[in-house]
């Protein structure tokens, strides 16, 4: 069943500053899911984040969320000097922007929501004058470091010594699903009573089941689905590989693959299927928003999610599984452990990192419809009945109570 609706002006006369570093509102999501929902019970929220991806407007009130974005720093791919540079602009910004918004409405609550780690900073310097923090994990930064250079040095135990102080800045954090929480609670040293679980999942009402565009479907008898960053982490080489096995070994030509997303691998990611010749077995679109985006993925037959099994992917909950579900999609994935949290029956789960067995996988869908429907049938009952947004609501209101309680309002 679905919750209850929102309880009505619960947090009137709060004010909360939602931080976002590495993309900007409303485009992220999860920030805006909460950003709005917090809006509805009756809290004032502002955010400061990045401009990009078409919202470039340094400022503007939507939906009655303020919003102030700063010039995108270059994303860095490589080097601590890379690194350093996209953080230390961020933070100029951040304390430039706080300051601006603490004269102009205040604020009672900074909410960092990462990567990077840093946004504790902030929260340091208004934390004597009675602003709390509140630190919304989405990401394992130590091993999303370790994802993308595969290595453990100092960087790496720089990492971990921010998340260490971002926890300890925190009064309450918000965990992706229980494998984050676990870190929070052990490696963050929080109290658990401290650390609520905010699952990211679309909602089910503005995530319509509809008509594809027959056109993207290239005449296809099966198309396959992805969307995401494309991005070094994102297994886009497994899946251009498995595609390859798919096409060339299996004889399986009749695929089309419909790759919606953006990201810094995206022509690498191109070349490489031109390279192999499967250039016509692909359509990559971009970036795809709103009902664009609901007409590609309604085009497909099946969704694809080829994070490689490492320390990072293991116990992150994929978004994409999550839109894949909720649109009846089976899903074929490697087998990481929050990736059957989230979809139980609704994937099949190929062997470790292996495109070979990820092509097998595929086509056992392809030559089973009936198993591909009630596949998707169990995904989207899953999602109605305990992971859709609805359900992650009383959580996230949870947790701002708990931190206001602690502020005495």
Request: glycine share 8%; hydrophobic share 45%; aromatic share 10%.
């Amino acid at each position: 069943m679905t919750p209850s609706p929102l309880p009505d002006q619960r947090g009137q006369g709060r004010r909360v500053l939602i931080v976002v570093e590495n993309l900007p509102v409303p485009l992220d999501r999860r920030v805006w899911l909460e950003a709005t929902t917090l809006t509805q019970a009756g809290y004032t929220v502002t955010v400061i984040c990045p401009t990009g991806r078409g919202w470039d407007k340094q400022h503007e009130i939507i939906d009655g969320i303020e919003i102030f974005r700063y010039p995108a720093p270059p994303e860095a791919h490589s080097g601590a000097a890379a690194y350093a540079r996209e953080y230390l602009s961020s933070l100029w910004h951040w304390f430039r922007l706080a300051g601006q918004v603490r004269k102009a409405r205040g604020f009672d609550v900074i909410h960092g929501c990462n990567p990077p780690d840093l946004v504790f900073l902030l929260a340091w310097w208004y934390r004597w004058r009675g602003v709390r923090y509140l630190f919304d994990h989405h990401d394992v930064c130590p091993e999303l470091f370790v994802a993308k250079f595969g290595r453990k040095g100092l960087l790496y135990r720089i990492m971990l010594i921010w998340e260490r102080m971002t926890f300890a800045t925190a009064s309450v954090s918000i965990a992706t699903n229980e494998s984050f929480r676990q870190i929070a609670i052990k490696r963050g040293k929080m109290a658990p009573e401290d650390v609520f679980v905010v699952r990211s999942a679309p909602q089910v009402e503005k995530f319509r089941i509809g008509p594809g565009d027959p056109a993207m479907r290239k005449g296809a008898g099966t198309v396959l689905g992805y969307v995401g960053v494309i991005g070094q982490q994102e297994g886009m080489d497994l899946l251009v590989a498995a595609a390859d096995i798919l096409i060339r070994e299996m004889g399986r030509a009749d695929v089309h693959f419909i790759i919606v997303g953006f990201g810094p691998e995206l022509p690498a990611v191109e070349e490489d299927v031109a390279g192999r010749g499967l250039s016509a077995h692909f359509t990559f679109t971009g970036a795809l928003y709103g009902d664009d985006l609901l007409r590609a993925l309604n085009s497909c037959d099946i969704g694809v999610s080829p994070d490689p099994k490492n320390e990072m992917n293991d116990i992150s909950t994929m978004n994409k599984v999550m839109e894949y579900m909720t649109l009846e999609l089976p899903v074929v994935q490697f087998d990481l452990k929050e990736g059957r949290a989230s979809a139980g029956a609704a994937s099949v789960y190929a062997a470790k990192n292996s495109p070979k067995n990820f092509a097998a996988k595929i086509a056992e869908l392809m030559d089973d419809p009936a198993r591909r429907a009630e596949m998707g049938r169990t995904g989207r009952e899953r999602v109605e009945t305990a992971l859709s947004w609805a359900h992650s609501v009383p959580n996230l209101l949870a947790a701002y109570d708990r931190i206001f309680a602690r502020l005495g309002k």
